[in-house]
Each structure stands twice: as C-alpha cells, then as structure tokens.
C-alpha cells in the first residue's frame, strides 16, 4: 500500500515552453502533497507544500508564479514549470502524506527529471 | 531556523562490522525524526520514525534530545545496506504543515 507514482518519468523541452509533472497518491487519499527539487548528489529541496482545495505554500526563494502547484483532489497534485530555462533542469519529487497538514509518513513518488534544452 | 546535520557525506564499512550515521538537528519544540533510505536507483522510503521505535532491517535509531541527536545503527552491516540515507525531522505540533527537513544525506557503502 501507500504507493505515489509520478507522471512523465522523464522529459526533455525546449526553453520557453511549460511542462506539467503531474503526483499522484494510488491506494490512499492524500490530504497534503509536497514538491521537491533535488539536483545531483544532492538532498531534497523542498519547493512547495500543498492541500487539497487550497492554494499550495511555497518555501522562501521558490517562485510562485515559475512552480505552479494544483492539488484539485485527494489523489491529484500537479506542478507546472512556466516557461522553462536549463536552469529548472532537475529532478523533481513529489510525497504525499494522509495526515492533515502532511502529518503522518510521506511517501515519495519515483520522481521526474526534467532536462529543459 | 530548523537544520540538520549529517556530517558524513561519506561512509564506508565492511561487511559485518557496525555502522553509525550520524544525524544532529537543530529544532524548536521537540520534533519528530525520521530516517529516509534511498537504493540505487529506487525512490526515497521510510526506513524508521522515533516514534514507532521500531527495529527495521535491523537499523534502529536513539533520540538524544539532550545532544539533539538521532543517530541511526546497525551492528552488523550487510552489502544491500548500501544506499544513500537521509535524517528528517519534522514538526511535531500543528498549525502548519508537516515539511520535512532533509539533511544533506549519507552515502554508505558496505563493502564485501
């Protein structure tokens, strides 16, 4: 159980266009979702915390307007890099926690790498 | 502010022999610790939280609260021991979310 899977796994684009990673919780209803950014031999970065049906929290220097975050139901979060450059190549992870406000275990998703050309 | 710290980027053992990782954290109120495992090539995965004090693959984890430690122990190492591990407190009182706090992690490999 508690299984978060990811979508693309992986994805190439050119600078200027956007891309949408979409998280989602399979077996179990998720009431907060996290985003992280995590570049090579390097941790976790957390980018944004979301719930469901509010407006997602986003960490100090994170750009709200660059990482848009929707966590329109229990199991669906998606994040949007807005006019991407090939600085926002990375890997992005998503977790997905029952808990509310994400207490409780996160489970993290496989993770997507974006390579922005 | 919350920190972490986990001061062996590096670590590398015989099979058999004990491990420590070493995790320090810096944190109002009183957290709770996690330790998160990732193998090659596979998604991050609880390996244990301090409040279930559980045993799990044979790593367990003491909370220090007068050093502010977490350090997590095996004694006998194994070769599929070897993965990248990750100390992570988190709140442990609402009113906000429930982020985690992720060290910079510690590459430990067990060698045969």
């Known amino acids: 159980g508690a299984v978060v899977s990811q979508h693309p796994s992986w994805v190439i684009c050119k600078s200027g266009t956007s891309v949408k990673i979409e998280c989602r919780s399979l077996?179990?209803?998720?009431?907060?979702m996290f985003w992280y950014r995590q570049f090579p031999k390097q941790s976790l970065m957390l980018m944004a915390t979301?719930?469901?049906?509010?407006?997602?929290?986003?960490e100090q220097g994170v750009e709200k307007d660059k990482f848009l975050i929707n966590h329109a139901s229990l199991t669906l979060s998606t994040l949007t890099v807005t006019s991407a450059h090939p600085e926002d190549s990375s890997f992005y992870i998503c977790?997905?926690?029952?808990?509310?406000?994400?207490?409780?275990?996160?489970?993290f998703g496989p993770g997507t790498r974006l390579t922005v050309l | 502010a919350q920190r972490v710290t986990q001061p062996e980027k590096l670590l590398s053992v015989f099979k058999g022999a004990p491990v420590e990782l070493k995790c320090n954290y810096s944190?109002?109120?009183?957290?709770?610790l996690f330790w998160y495992v990732q193998y090659s090539r596979q998604r991050l995965q609880l390996l244990l939280r301090?409040?279930s004090r559980e045993s799990i693959k044979g790593f367990t984890a003491d909370l220090n609260k007068g050093e502010t430690s977490f350090h997590l122990k095996k004694p006998f190492a194994q070769e599929e021991d070897s993965a990248m591990y990750y100390c992570?407190?988190?709140?442990?009182?609402?009113?906000?979310?429930?982020?985690?706090?992720f060290g910079k992690g510690t590459l430990l490999t067990v060698n045969p």
């Open positions: 977790s997905a926690a029952q808990g509310f406000l994400g207490a409780d275990t996160q489970y």
């Open positions: 077996d179990f209803q998720a009431t907060t």
């Open positions: 979301s719930n469901e049906g509010s407006k997602a929290t986003y």
């Open positions: 944190y109002s109120g009183s957290p709770e």
């Open positions: 301090h409040i």
């Open positions: 992570a407190p988190h709140p442990n009182s609402g009113g906000s979310n429930y982020k985690l706090t």
